[in-house]
Nanobody
Framework: QVQLVESGGGLVQAGGSLRLSCAAS????????MGWFRQAPGKEREFVAA?????????????YYADSVKGRFTISRDNVKNTVYLQMNSLKSEDTAVYYC????????????????WGQGTQVTVSS
């Protein structure tokens, strides 16, 4: 079973940037699509971004995003380092949440129920 550990969260001003990392415990990480989700207080966990098994920079690699972050966030993965990243630019106060990574199903999905091996999350707070 893959164990995931997120890092890189923190406090940032609106308009700023953060880069989140999600490190996997083992190489089977490479078999999985990977996703980022977030959960704000009092709200349900929501999809942020996901990437295919192949790194987006490689032939056949693909990514998809929630409309609310498209153009501001970029997901990527390094299958040598067993790590997936979320680069977040032009942050807004509404991006404040705990961010989680998880392993995904072998098909495109934005549903949290389709994902597994959740990390413990990392807090992102954007001050306005």
């Amino acid at each position: 079973q893959v164990q995931l550990v997120e890092s890189g969260g923190g406090l940032v001003q609106a308009g700023g940037s953060l880069r989140l990392s999600c490190a996997a415990s083992e190489g089977t990480f490479r078999r999985y699509r990977m996703g980022w989700f977030r959960q704000a207080p009092g709200k349900e966990r929501e999809f942020v971004a996901a990437t295919s098994v192949a790194a987006p920079s490689w032939s056949g690699g693909s990514t998809y995003y929630a409309d609310s972050v498209k153009g501001r966030f970029t997901i990527s993965r390094d299958n040598v380092k067993n790590t997936v990243y979320l680069q977040m630019n032009s942050l807004k106060s509404e991006d404040t949440a705990v961010y989680y990574c998880a392993t995904g199903p072998p098909y495109t999905s934005r549903r949290p129920a389709d994902y597994s091996n959740w990390g413990q999350g990392t807090q992102v707070t954007v001050s306005s």
